[in-house]
């Protein structure tokens, strides 16, 4: 399947984080889609005169920031403004698919199920060593791997430095992409990737784990210990990276990220309280059971999840489904990962 499609994440407000290429987040994040602007997307002849101006005051400022000659060179062979990257940053938000056919048909899929099995007892020893470095699920690691590039299988096809070049040219948001640009220059002169193969999503995000460039500097680990932080051609660094990433974000060791729930008696889900947080043994005392109608077992506080644009399943979502969300904010996205975390390892 790839990187999910902007469209299909668009069913929940933020709850501890943002998108990569939304507004600079407080947390560091790693999806690879900004929000979209209202308005036509219909793009307005580009100018490549005005452009190529521009590239040569980031080339001016690339030198003075210490990035080499070589680099600059390399990094700005053949950088155009890139009119798909314009059109897919404007295009109006879409509606999200609901709940159910965004689990079934994209997320948590029989295909993905299979090969995130297939990858994690083909992985097991480095995911072992993964787990004892950064005290991070195995299988949540797998399951980001699985839904932010299908596994590595799709990781982008732009050059991140000729998308970023657009953004930070095109005017919106303009200094975050500026930003962004010249952390990915930082990485190529530094030696992690060459130039031509920095490839990534059309918002600048990057290799198997899908991170910023602002990310990368921060949260990218060279887990393989051959010096380069590869998270594009090293599985190493890119599951290490995502491990550190979730480390970082503050997920707690053994514990769940939550599970579906039956209610009790007299529940909707119009007045559904979301944002209280209770025991599990408090959940259990007010009637709610798990979904095979047994008492839910003891455990850390919890809170009701309600998916968005879904047709009445209900989840009790612990601290470390907020973390998960850290990584990409919409409700949805968090509950299946969790989903297809329990299922990969099982």
Not at 47 to 62: H, I, L, N, Q, W
Not at 77 to 99: F, K, M, S, T, Y
Not at 267 to 294: H, I, K, Q, S, V
């Amino acid at each position: 399947m790839g990187m999910i499609p902007r469209r299909l994440f668009l069913a929940a407000a933020p709850l501890a984080g943002c998108g990569a290429a939304s507004t600079p987040p407080a947390t560091p994040a790693a999806s690879p889609a900004p929000a979209a602007p209202t308005g036509s997307s219909a793009v307005a002849p580009i100018s490549s005169v005005a452009f190529d101006r521009f590239v040569e005051g980031v080339k001016t400022e690339a030198r003075r920031r210490g990035i080499s000659q070589a680099t600059v060179n390399a990094a700005f062979a053949n950088v155009q403004a890139n009119r798909r990257v314009i059109e897919l940053d404007r295009r109006q938000a879409e509606g999200g698919l609901p709940w159910e056919d965004y689990r079934d048909r994209i997320m948590v899929t029989p295909t993905r199920i299979q090969n995130g099995q297939r990858l994690y007892r083909e992985n097991a020893d480095l995911l072992r060593r993964i787990e004892q470095r950064y005290r991070v699920s195995g299988r949540i690691v797998v399951a980001i791997w699985g839904v932010e590039t299908n596994y590595g299988g799709n990781t982008g096809g732009f050059g991140v430095v000729e998308a970023l070049a657009t953004l930070a040219w095109e005017g919106r948001r303009a200094a975050y992409f500026r930003n962004e640009l010249f952390a990915a220059l930082k990485i190529i002169d530094e030696g992690h990737i060459r130039a031509e193969r920095m490839r990534g999503s059309w918002a600048g995000a990057m290799g198997q784990p899908q991170f910023m460039p602002s990310n990368f500097d921060r949260l990218a680990v060279d887990f393989d210990g051959d010096g380069r932080r590869d998270i594009w051609d090293s599985r190493a660094d890119a599951l290490g990276s995502i491990a550190h990433y979730f480390q970082r974000s503050g997920w707690r060791e053994g514990e769940s990220w939550g599970m579906e729930v039956r209610p009790p008696p007299g529940f909707t889900l119009a007045g559904a309280d979301t944002e209280t947080r209770r025991p599990l043994r408090d959940f259990n005392r007010l009637g709610w059971r798990t979904a095979g109608g047994a008492a839910l077992p003891d455990g850390p506080e919890a809170q009701v999840v309600l998916p968005s644009r879904g047709s009445g399943q209900v989840f009790l979502g612990h601290h470390n489904l907020r973390v998960i969300r850290r990584y990409n904010s919409p409700v949805n996205y968090g509950l299946a990962v969790g989903l297809l975390s329990d299922r990969v390892g099982g």
